[in-house]
């Protein structure tokens, strides 16, 4: 039997939460160990359902894509990341605790591109590397294991290719904030068709792309499977149905201490995109 339907990409990112909580190793690393939860929208999808409450996802960001720019969250209104560890959350900056974990731990991290082989691309605005300095290297050099939940309207040709442009220094010219690239060959990686497959015995394909009116970004799947297991995907894919999208949270381009073609800029200097 086969089964099509589209998910926006609110509604990619909660069905990820919801496969993401479900995975053994993670479920092991919260119970048993640590659990970081790091910075990014569809974390926070999946901080709210190991929370079973409600998170305030447009602020557990740092990097932005936003109102059609790059641009970078305040660190002033950031949410702190949620970090599990034997059961409970802990009140720490997980840059506290990175000499801690070791194997059978495990840090989840935002991507902002992913391309057909795999591999994961994740910008970077800080002149120090931000978070990927800060946890992946470490998290290599201790064995911890590294999941990257990230929806399919972020995929690209290629993130090898593309990470070898961009930076803050090399870009001349920038609508935005000037980022570098990392390119992430070994991650573990969980899109909308692992979802899918981890929660149900069914085969899933990306079928169409796009679409407006609420829709940009949307992604339609065709599912393949035994009637039994289809149609209990699909109840669980109407059930989704509807997720809301994100408010558009941003800080103030005038007080902006990042480098950026807006930066410093009053209201009324600013492209109509940008403005309240």
Not at 100 to 128: C, E, I, Q, R
Not at 154 to 159: D, E, F, G, T
Not at 196 to 201: A, G, T, W, Y
Not at 234 to 239: L, R
């Amino acid at each position: 039997m086969e089964a099509l339907f589209s998910l926006t990409p609110a509604e990619s990112k909660r069905l990820i939460a919801k496969a993401v909580v479900a995975i053994p190793e993670v479920v092991s690393a919260r119970d048993e160990g640590y659990l970081v939860i790091g910075r990014g929208t569809t974390n926070a999808y999946i901080a709210e359902e190991l929370l079973n409450e409600s998170v305030d996802k447009e602020r557990y960001a740092a990097g932005q894509m936003i109102r059609g720019i790059l641009c970078v969250l305040p660190a002033g209104t950031r949410g702190r990341p949620v970090t599990f560890h034997k059961g409970t959350v802990i009140d720490v900056d997980p840059g506290t605790i990175i000499d801690k974990l070791g194997p059978g731990d495990m840090v989840l991290k935002g991507a902002n591109a992913l391309d057909p082989a795999g591999n994961v691309g994740v910008t970077m605005a800080s002149p120090v590397g931000g978070t990927m300095a800060q946890f992946y290297l470490a998290a290599k050099a201790q064995g911890v294991q590294t999941l990257y939940p990230v929806g399919l309207e972020k995929l690209i040709p290629s993130v090898e290719v593309a990470a070898q442009y961009g930076g803050r220094l090399r870009l001349g010219r920038t609508i935005g904030a000037p980022v570098g690239m990392v390119c992430i060959a070994d991650g573990r990686v969980v899109t909308e068709i692992e979802a899918i497959e981890h929660l149900f015995d069914v085969t899933a394909v990306p079928f169409a792309a796009g679409g407006y009116g609420g829709s940009e970004g949307m992604i339609t799947f065709v599912i393949e499977g035994d009637a039994e297991d289809v149609d209990p995907c699909m109840d669980f894919i109407e059930g989704i149905k509807g997720e809301p999208a994100l408010e558009s949270v941003k800080g103030p381009c005038k007080t902006c201490p990042e480098i950026c073609s807006f930066q410093g800029l009053d209201e009324e200097d600013l492209p109509g995109y940008l403005r309240d």
